[in-house]
């Protein structure tokens, strides 16, 4: 399979990007991806997954922005795809000369928190925690290494 990351530029992938969201959060509050920078990946000319950067929720100290949800539909899981998405939030926020990145996954999402780990991430408690109970907050300075595997 053909896999590729490119950025969201249009309406037609923001709506895309929605679709996938919904695929794999049926439950959750619907993102608004034309609210931050987003990417979607391609699987043989198909999305198949999408994740985000946008500002930070609450005046974190260091926060500059915040990773959104990121997805990739079932059938493409398993192959380190996850790990390509939360890399190019990381390239981006450096190149846009950022300092920090927050994320959230929930304690019970052993994958993500695995990905967390192998990218260099931290855990980190906010000063102002504004997702449930259960949420574990991450936090990744631009200043960290990306850690290849």
């Known amino acids: ?25 049926p439950e959750d509050e619907v993102i608004q991806p034309e609210k931050g920078v987003y990417w979607l990946l391609w699987a043989d000319g198909k999305p198949i997954g999408y994740t985000g950067v946008r500002d930070a929720p609450y005046d974190e100290p ?22 390509r998405l939360i890399r190019v939030s990381q390239r981006w926020a450096r190149s846009a000369g950022l300092k920090t990145l927050l994320a959230t996954t929930a304690c019970w999402n052993s994958p993500s928190i695995n990905n967390f780990i192998r990218t260099g991430w931290r855990v980190y408690q906010p000063a102002h925690p504004w997702m449930e109970k259960g949420t574990i907050y991450w936090r990744w300075a631009t200043t960290w290494p990306m850690r290849a595997w």
């Not at 950025?7 to 990007?17: G, K, N, Q, V």
């Not at 997805?71 to 795809?81: A, I, N, Q, S």
């Open 1 to 25: 399979m053909n896999y590729s990351l490119r950025p969201a530029t249009t309406a037609l992938h923001f709506s895309d990007i929605i679709i996938l969201d919904r695929a794999c959060f």
């Open 62 to 83: 260091g926060a500059v922005a915040i990773r959104t949800r990121s997805c990739v539909l079932r059938g493409h899981r398993g192959k380190g795809l996850q790990r």
